[in-house]
T-cell receptor
Framework: KNEVEQSPQNLTAQEGEFITINCSYSVGISALHWLQQHPGGGIVSLFMLSSGKKKHGRLIATINIQEKHSSLHITASHPRDSAVYICAPTGTASKLTFGTGTRLQVML | GAVVSQHPSRVICKSGTSVKIECRSLDFQATTMFWYRQFPKQSLMLMATSNEGSKATYEQGVEKDKFLINHASLTLSTLTVTSAHPEDSSFYIC??????????????FGPGTRLTVL
């Protein structure tokens, strides 16, 4: 069993839809990153959170430390949101453990 | 947000040559830098953790003599792939860590370097 499980693995949505990506982890963590990787390969850190909820534009991330679960929500999705979204809990020495990623494609 | 650059973005080299990749934090001082490798359709794999002025800590299975890491300043780390072979062809990504609120260190990622060894 992977230490970090993401669901779904692949997601196709229509423009404007509300999207949720889930992450469950079994490792002990101090915080959790949500990352976005575009087809070109570059990675953007969307959020780092250790409790509660954070919002940035159309993106919302939540975490429940007791349940070892985090979610990333995208409101009013757009084709430019198409990317791979990666959940990465942060453990000791700031090391990240990476989920397998969720490949999102938003269609017009 | 914090910006991390990598150079070069793409490199093609002959087998047996050495390739140096630079990672710079442009607008902050990074206490720690991380080097990752990513093969197609796979997750990032941590290669090593680098702190300024000290030797890098390599992950199990990563040859320290093959992947030389130098972290000379708080804004620059370099990864040198020595005697590169085709199996070293991969996407190499660095990240730089800055002390955040509450002691949590957020990582900011460079754009990556695609290495192709012929």
């Amino acid at each position: 069993k992977n230490e970090v499980e993401q669901s779904p693995q692949n997601l196709t949505a229509q423009e404007g839809e509300f999207i949720t990506i889930n992450c469950s982890y079994s490792v002990g963590i101090s915080a959790l990153h949500w990352l976005q990787q575009h087809p070109g390969g570059g990675i953007v850190s969307l959020f780092m959170l250790s409790s509660g909820k954070k919002k940035h534009g159309r993106l919302i991330a939540t975490i429940n430390i007791q349940e070892k679960h985090s979610s990333l929500h995208i409101t009013a999705s757009h084709p430019r949101d198409s990317a791979v979204y990666i959940c990465a809990p942060t453990g000791t020495a700031s090391k990240l453990t990476f989920g397998t990623g969720t490949r999102l494609q938003v269609m017009l | 947000g914090a910006v991390v650059s990598q150079h070069p973005s793409r490199v093609i080299c002959k087998s047996g040559t050495s390739v140096k990749i630079e990672c710079r934090s442009l607008d902050f001082q990074a206490t720690t830098m991380f080097w990752y490798r990513q093969f197609p359709k796979q997750s990032l794999m941590l290669m090593a953790t680098s702190n300024e002025g000290s030797k890098a800590t390599y992950e199990q299975g990563v040859e320290k003599d093959k992947f030389l890491i130098n972290h000379a300043s708080l804004t620059l780390s370099t990864l040198t792939v020595t005697s590169a072979h085709p199996e070293d062809s991969s996407f190499y990504i660095c990240s730089a860590s800055a002390q955040g609120r509450g002691g949590y260190n957020e990582q900011f990622f460079g754009p990556g370097t695609r290495l192709t060894v012929l």
